[in-house]
């Protein structure tokens, strides 16, 4: 029998941001533990849990509550210590929150576990439940043992972000990672609490979701895998390959396994399928974007869904558990009605779709094959091939998505078709996300994270925002509707071996032709810095150097004005000039750190103080004015250089730097100790700002033709910064400015390719190396 809906569980509620598509709210993972409960955990900070009222009817009970997106929730089974069993769940925070599935928010957590430096997303417990494993975004992956709550193992080796672990038995764990591969651990190897991998599977692109098959899987697999390329593949532990389940169209986000030993998958495409060896034998659509879980139930047979709609479904094959015929049919009706982009359709020539005709004289070939199908009255609509039913389901609208009004939008002195707001923390403002539909997609994204110094592995979210919020606007048959963009860290996912179309060559990045500003940052840190050290000045009796009433006013004022890109008040660049320029150092950062939004506006790149000091002459003297006994505060080099690069957003900014060239690349030069001793060397922020703006020095000179000498000493800057430097951000960003001055002025003396060999060799990213081969071409 055919998976039914069984039950809706809906009570989660909408807590969700850009880069995920806006308002859409998730409910992110889900288990279900036995017959009788299940756990949710959501993006808007709670755990709740289902218990079963009846056949078809659950009741929801919130276990904790909290500020920050809940990624993953797990459960331990009931011991005589803790005969409720516990709920272990992990998110942005960073925390693993253990506790009762029977407690409320009031109570106190059992453990707080505390360990991990970025975002959790990813958790599993032993088969006897005697240890926790954790996975997050700081590389790292934790063993925690169930009653001492501490970290028991280190997991070792991981070099990008662990999106999936398993506990495979009481004495072997298994991760995947974003590095592309599977790694196999024995903790009986451990040491000092260290685990390096017995044995590693590499695998064709960024590892997900992981599963155990059972003893005796018809394949003879160990393990199924999926990957962003939509594909899942089955392995031994030796790593030998079995098989690859292919059928999602887009990325799987997660795998469980029925008691039967058939395989559930659930993605990017709306879609849960359900797996009989290697052949797909249903697909469930969702009325969602994307199915983030799935999870069975070992006693019955039964699933649990949790999906982007806010919503998480469970699924029956047996009769006496399916949902009443109304439910059936809203359900039925919510997945008719949900919309398809064209984009994703594959780019439509509507003269050559299908009439109603297709779906009563045409069988599918595979379950879950789409259709696109013109109605009498013009309209697109999606269909898909039940294998079971043996007959095509309607599962949407075909429409044109959110697109362009049409009007181009100004942002920093350019014209875009979209400028979103990105609102990535609470404690920041959006910031702004501009974009051309001629743009490549991931190039964008990539712009985007690096001008604002995220991490690359938010990536995955601000393609797919981008690709959701703008599908639509290129609708024809334009030259890139059915092109693909391939992502730069291997995670296009959007085809898979076989495709009728295969994926382009990855467009060249060499030369960079824009320039990149750094404008991440925190405004409450730095004004409320600025507002303490102003009352100390008071306090101090230093009312010459302090803010007067009137000026604090005017400073509260400047704030949404940089936050809105608005017009300023000629007194607020004097205020700010002030506290950056006369206070003591190294009370000057708050204003330095101002000043790097400032610098964004004409005004700011045509001050001139009372000694004709323009604005580079004050952040660089700023930053370097230590008194005597003490040493350079590294920060304050940080924001002088970033304001040196924010220069570049105006076209006044780019005409102080044009004529400042020289000075600019000396204060580079002394930062790198060229000229003396190195300061901050070993700094990340000191050494991204740096190849930010001699990436941008690099731009301006390509357009300007600044002399070979210029060059020369712009190449040995960056070859002090990539040798031996072993940062990706920092590499990247220092092999795209090397390469744009190459590619455009080949006859700079210095050797530089044994640097750029070098990065390639000790780097693991794939754009560095990628990066790297492309330099070495030039």
């Known amino acids: 029998m055919a998976f039914q809906l069984s039950a809706q569980l809906i009570g989660h509620e909408s807590d969700v941001r850009p880069p995920l598509p806006p308002q859409i709210p998730h409910v992110r993972d889900a288990i279900f533990p036995s017959s009788s409960l299940i756990l949710t955990a959501s993006r808007d900070g709670t755990v709740r849990r289902w218990q079963r009222t009846s056949d078809s009817a659950f009741e929801a009970f919130l276990v904790s509550q909290g500020s920050e997106y809940v990624n993953s929730v797990t ?389 797919k925002f981008l690709e959701t919020n703008t599908q639509g606007a290129t609708i024809g048959e334009a030259a890139d509707s059915s092109s693909s963009h391939p992502d730069p860290m291997g995670s296009d996912a959007r085809y898979h071996p076989g495709d009728e179309n295969r994926p382009s060559p990855a467009q060249k990045t060499l030369p960079q032709t824009d320039y990149i500003a750094l404008l991440n940052g925190k405004f409450d840190n730095i004004f409320n810095k600025i507002h303490t050290v102003n009352k100390n000045l008071i306090s101090a009796g230093n009312k010459e150097f302090a803010l007067n009433p009137a000026e604090e006013q005017v400073l509260s004022e400047l704030r949404p004005c940089i936050e809105g890109n608005t017009p300023i008040q000629a007194t607020s660049l004097e205020i700010v000039i002030k506290v950056a320029s006369r206070w003591n150092y190294p009370d000057v950062l708050p204003g330095l750190d101002l000043l790097r939004y400032l610098v964004r506006y004409p005004e700011t790149a045509l001050y001139k103080d009372s000694e004709t000091r323009n604005i580079i002459d004050l952040v660089i003297s700023s930053s370097l004015n230590v008194p005597s006994g003490q040493e350079i505060n590294v920060n304050c080099i940080v924001m002088a250089i970033r304001c040196l690069s924010n220069l570049f957003t105006s076209a006044e900014g780019v005409s102080l730097m044009t004529d400042q060239f020289t000075k600019a690349l000396e204060f580079l030069e002394k930062v790198a100790g060229i000229s003396g001793t190195a300061i901050g060397a070993s700094n990340r922020h000191v050494q991204i700002a740096s190849t930010t703006t001699l990436i941008n020095l690099a731009v301006l000179g390509a357009k300007t033709e600044v002399s070979l000498d210029v060059r020369r000493r712009m190449v040995n800057i960056l070859g002090i910064i990539l040798k031996d430097n072993t940062d990706g951000e920092v590499l990247y960003r220092g092999l795209v400015a090397l390469g744009t001055m190459v590619s455009h002025k080949t006859d700079i003396a210095q050797d530089w390719r044994p640097w750029v060999k070098s990065v390639v060799e000790r780097c693991d990213e794939a754009r560095v190396k990628s990066l790297g081969r492309e330099c070495l071409n030039l």
């Open 75 to 463: 459960y331990i089974p009931p011991s005589i210590r803790y005969p409720n069993g516990l709920a272990i769940s992990g998110g942005k925070d960073t925390i693993i929150d253990v506790r009762s599935p029977k407690a409320t928010p009031e109570n106190n957590a059992e453990r707080m576990l505390i360990g991990h430096g970025h975002n959790i997303c990813t958790l599993d417990v032993s088969p006897k439940g005697t240890y926790v494993i954790s996975g997050g975004w700081d590389c790292q992956a934790r063993v925690w043992k169930v009653e001492k709550w501490e970290t028991e193992f280190m997991l070792q080796e991981h070099e990008l972000s662990v999106w999936a672990v398993l506990a495979y038995d009481e004495n072997t764990v298994i991760t995947g990672c974003a590095d592309k591969k599977i790694r196999i651990f024995d903790l009986r190897n451990s040491v000092a609490g260290d685990v390096r991998p017995a044995s590693t599977i590499h695998t064709p692109d960024i590892v997900r979701a992981l599963c155990r098959l059972p003893s005796g899987h018809p394949t003879g697999a160990e393990i199924a895998c999926a990957c962003s390329d939509g594909v899942i593949r089955l392995y031994k532990l030796d790593g030998t390959m079995i098989s690859e389940l292919i059928g999602h169209d887009s990325y799987i986000y997660s795998l469980a396994i029925l008691p039967s030993g058939e395989i559930v998958s659930s993605g990017e495409d709306r879609t849960v399928k359900i797996w009989s060896g290697s052949s797909c034998i249903q697909t469930i659509t969702h009325p969602a974007i994307s199915v983030w879980s799935v999870a069975a139930c070992a006693e019955t047979g039964d699933i649990v869904t949790a999906a982007s709609d806010n919503v998480a479904r469970v699924f029956t094959r047996s009769p006496e558990r399916l949902a009443d015929a109304e439910t059936l049919r809203e359900f039925k009706e919510a997945v008719s009605n949900s919309s398809i982009p064209q984009k994703p359709m594959g780019g439509i020539n509507k003269e050559k779709v299908p009439g109603t005709e297709f779906l009563t004289t045409k069988m599918g070939k595979k379950d879950g094959q789409v259709q696109v199908i013109k109605h009498d009255d013009g309209s697109l609509a999606a269909y898909t091939w039940s294998m079971m039913l043996q007959k095509w389901e309607h599962v949407g609208a075909v429409v044109d998505s959110a697109g362009s009004s049409g009007r181009k939008q100004e942002y920093n002195g350019q014209q875009y078709d979209f400028v979103f707001d990105v609102d990535i923390d609470d404690s920041k403002p959006p910031l702004k996300l501009p974009f051309n539909l001629s743009q490549n997609v991931f190039e964008a994204a990539r712009k985007f994270l690096e001008d604002n110094e995220l991490p690359i592995t938010y990536l995955d979210n601000v393609v």
